[in-house]
């Protein structure tokens, strides 16, 4: 089956972090935070007020939905009887999170760039470049952090192939 039908809980988890950034980045308020005890481990996440949502958030709320119940049914029972593992998940999703975060930040600065005033456009396209090479190094270390969330289920996956 394809990826795309059956993604690994790295993809699920960057995924779900995308969609948190989105809902943060508009103008909902957070609720609180969710606190989901699966066997031994803490599993902590922000919650939303769905009537705050406009309709297109509330897309963004239900994939988010979706993707918790897979990862609770399909995943997390496999490591949260392993502290350790628990511990490194959460680990990761947070630096998935600070990582997408920064790239959403960044991708906000090219635009800016992209849309210089005449007679700024060198200095612009200079700048711009400079923090495209940051998204790109950035977008490495998601592809990392991925891969090494696979890896607490043993999975060997790459998200990044380079013809280096």
Do not use: C
């Amino acid at each position: 089956m394809p990826r795309m039908f059956n993604p690994d809980p790295g993809e699920m988890v960057d995924r779900q972090v995308i969609l948190e950034l989105k809902i943060y980045n508009s103008d909902t308020e957070p609720i609180g935070t969710d606190k989901k005890q699966v066997k031994k481990g803490q599993i902590e996440r922000t919650l939303v007020e769905k009537s705050s949502l406009n309709s297109k958030q509330h897309i963004y709320l239900d994939e988010i939905e979706m993707i918790r119940a897979k990862l609770i049914s399909n995943w997390i029972p496999d490591i949260a009887d392993k502290p350790d593992k628990v511990e490194a998940y959460d680990k990761l999703y947070e630096e998935l999170s600070e990582v997408n975060a920064q790239l959403w930040e960044l991708e906000d600065q090219v635009r800016v760039y992209l849309d210089a005033p005449i007679g700024l456009e060198d200095t612009a396209d200079r700048r711009a470049l400079e923090v495209y090479k940051t998204i790109t190094r950035l977008n490495d270390k998601r592809a990392n952090l991925v891969k090494a969330v696979n890896a607490l289920w043993n999975l060997n996956t790459s998200e990044k192939l380079y013809n280096t």
